[in-house]
């Protein structure tokens, strides 16, 4: 019974993927599964086909012709999400060296700027998408920075493509704002920064009920262009949520009575004193994107920064989504240490079943791709790595990784540099 519905399943995936998919079925045999959607698996096996999972378990049966990986004392888990990034759409450096491009923002005078399309932006040939794939991250939330309203954010998977709609997954899938920088929205004072996201909001609804009149002229000047009041229709409506980045405990509690008036779907970014108004962000069933590998503090808004925050946050039942907060630009250069905010969230509270379903399920449940990816489960995406050991180990390595089904042999520019001086030439002298 047991392997008729293995070959049914394998029929539906041939189906679904159609002609162009792989035939071939990958099978991860004998490794420690964890698939977040339910308990670890012992000696367990993965088996993939047409870039989808198709079974999960230890009675799992192998098609003789499948591509077989032996798991034995590895670990498997589902691909990491980070889920605060601007990965592709920027490269430093002046552009003899790296391209010395950016494209995370859009210029605007009044900070409102909600029709940007992030995404559209993006360059798959940047080179800091394989060495995040490369430390297992497989998907990532590209978002916008800069501003009152920065724009819209997309998921996008880390494959190799030329067209960056490719990468793409869901778009646009929330509004990314500010809530902590009075100056970032043409304002001189938190009173008026709050004024101002009020009038923008009901200026919203005001264009809703009168866009004949607007065509026509016979209306009172708004906050926001057209193109950016018709983008943040959803916003207002709830169906797209809110990514406001704040971090002082007194602006995250506005911000709730904010998104409570409004009718608002909102997620706190950053969060930096989070903890401190844990119950209130609970009640409000709000989630927190928050780091765990720094407590220093950049300003007077995240005094009461500390590295506990993202378990005392969980241990109050809010649902936590970890992102980078480290050195090194954890949005774009560093966004591969999202394993290394894991391992310091569970070296500071956090629960390691936690830290992982905060960088798997629970951000893909959040960003609404749940059905998708974020687990090991039949029917879902292939997006899967295998470890040497605990990912959240610094001596761990992803020894594979699967997006989509597919691994990618693409080398980083680390790698070719150091394969570049390997070989010295032959008239070449040591000092």
Known sequence: MRAITI?????LATLATGPTASAQV???IGGTVYPVNGPRIENGTVLMRGGKIIAVGTNVLVPADAERIDARGKWVTPGFINSATSLGLSEGGSPQFSGGYNDTGARATDGVTAAFEAWKGLNPANTFIIPARQEGVTSVLVAPTGGMVGGQAAVIDLIDAVAAGEMVRRAPLAMVG???NPLGGSTDSRA???????????DVKAYQGRRAAYEAGNTRDLEASRANLEALGPVVSGQ????????????IIAALAFAKD??????IRGGAEAWMVAREIAAARVPVFTGA?????????SLGQRQENAGLLRAAGVTVVLIGNGPGGPESFNVRNIRQEAGNAVAYGLSWDDALRSITLAPAEVLGVAGQIGAIATGLDA??????GDPFEFSSVAEQVFVRGRTFDTKSRQQQLTERYLTLPPAYRRP
């Open 192 to 202: 008026e920064y709050w004024a101002r996201w009020r009038r923008l909001l009901d």
């Open 293 to 301: 590998m720094s407590n220093i503090p950049t300003d007077f808004n």
């Open 7 to 11: 070959l049914r399943l394998m029929a």
């Open 178 to 180: 500010d809530f902590g």
């Open 262 to 267: 409004y009718g608002l779907r909102l997620w």
């Open 26 to 28: 990958t099978a991860i």
């Open 383 to 388: 997006n899967v790595v295998v470890w040497s």
């Open 240 to 251: 797209m949520p809110l990514s406001l980045g704040v971090d002082r405990a007194s602006d």
